[in-house]
T-cell receptor, first 114, second 114 residues
Framework: KAGVTQTPRYLIKTRGQQVTLSCSPISGHRSVSWYQQTPGQGLQFLFEYFSETQRNKGNFPGRFSGRQFSNSRSEMNVSTLELGDSALYLC?????????????FGEGSRLTVL | GENVGLHLPTLSVQEGDNSIINCAYSNSASDYFIWYKQESGKGPQFIIDIRSNMDKRQGQRVTVLLNKTVKHLSLQIAATQPGDSAVYFCAENSVNNAGNMLTFGGGTRLMVKP
């Protein structure tokens, strides 16, 4: 069974631009979560989708948004990029409606904002 | 990796010794506690979880201990191997969450000396 796939793996943007990151969960998994990982703040929850509905949202500005499609694939978008948005963005999927905490993470999309 | 430059607590152990990684949590409402392992260049990987109504759970070479009185969680790795070298994160999932919204700790770097 293929794991969680994230694209692109690496990307470089400049301030003010916007970016879209994609995540394909493990087949059959309907919950998709997004996390931001930085050296300074560690791993921080962005949002979670289940069956195309956003169930939880972390404490990030409205520039960060996401969506989930009917096939469970998910995208997140960051508009008006700032230098501080440089991070590893991790997607994780789960098969359960409410998980105990066992998430399957992808390898992440590393975003650099110049 | 994403943790380069971050001043993570580091635990250095000799191959074959046992390792104990500690974590303090703050949310009394958390009902699941989880340990993740992150190797350089990869996403976090689930190791083991424990529910709040338990105080000990064992897996293959790993044991998680939960002390709710002092809000402390620990991960014990028996017979530590070079492949155990990674950053270890504790995480918690609150009963108040509709789905999956993990709060991660800052991480501990485990270095195994051959």
């Amino acid at each position: 069974k293929a794991g969680v796939t994230q694209t692109p793996r690496y990307l470089i943007k400049t301030r003010g631009q916007q970016v879209t990151l994609s995540c394909s969960p493990i087949s059959g998994h309907r919950s998709v979560s997004w996390y931001q990982q930085t050296p300074g703040q560690g791993l921080q929850f962005l949002f979670e989708y289940f069956s195309e509905t956003q169930r939880n949202k972390g404490n990030f500005p409205g520039r960060f948004s996401g969506r989930q499609f009917s096939n469970s694939r998910s995208e997140m978008n960051v508009s008006t990029l700032e230098l501080g948005d440089s991070a590893l963005y991790l997607c994780a999927s789960s098969s359960l409606r409410r998980n105990t905490g066992e998430l399957f993470f992808g390898e992440g999309s590393r975003l650099t904002v110049l | 990796g994403e943790n380069v430059g971050l001043h993570l607590p580091t635990l250095s152990v000799q191959e074959g010794d046992n390792s104990i990684i500690n974590c303090a949590y703050s949310n009394s409402a958390s009902d699941y506690f989880i340990w993740y392992k992150q190797e350089s260049g990869k996403g976090p990987q689930f190791i083991i979880d424990i529910r709040s109504n338990m105080d000990k759970r064992q897996g293959q070479r790993v044991t998680v201990l939960l002390n709710k009185t002092v809000k402390h969680l620990s991960l014990q790795i028996a017979a530590t191997q070079p492949g155990d070298s990674a950053v270890y994160f504790c995480a918690e999932n609150s009963v108040n969450n509709a789905g999956n919204m993990l709060t991660f700790g800052g991480g501990t770097r485990l270095m195994v000396k051959p």
